[in-house]
């Protein structure tokens, strides 16, 4: 596999209803990487979520915002991505001391990705996936 080639399930907003499969998409950026929560870790400096890229073809739900265990959503988290090939992820969240409403498993949006060439290989009536 050439650097910088690979597979990954974005986030993205408003996706025109004319894709098929075969079709391919460019953007400048997603709205967000699919990963699923691994750890959970609270330190005096925020909470550390250690997550791993979600495989989506499996059903699930996932959530675009964290919030606390009292429902208040929380500040945008600091993404980074680690190991050697980017699978596993952290965010990095400031929780202002409060619990934040996640357990492990929990499928979230992660890291945002830079710009991307993507190729839709599914679709079916309520989403379209890409890779």
Request: charged content about 20%; glycine content about 10%; overall charge negative.
């Given at each position: ?7 990954y ?56 915002d ?66």
């Open positions: 596999m050439n650097e910088g080639e690979g597979s399930h974005l986030l993205m907003k408003d996706i025109p209803d004319h894709l098929s499969v075969g079709d391919v998409i460019v953007s400048n950026h997603s709205n967000g990487i699919l990963e699923q929560v691994f750890q959970q870790t609270r330190t005096p400096y925020g909470v550390f979520i250690q997550t791993r890229l979600h495989d989506c073809f499996t059903n699930f739900t996932f959530r675009e964290l919030k606390t265990t009292d429902g208040a959503t929380l500040p945008e988290s600091l993404p980074c991505s680690g190991g050697p090939d980017g699978a596993h992820g952290l965010l990095i969240v400031d929780a202002a001391g409060q619990e934040v409403d996640l357990e492990t498993g929990d499928v979230v949006v992660g890291r945002r990705s830079g710009r991307f060439l993507a190729k839709v290989y599914h679709e079916n009536a309520t989403k379209k996936t890409t890779t």
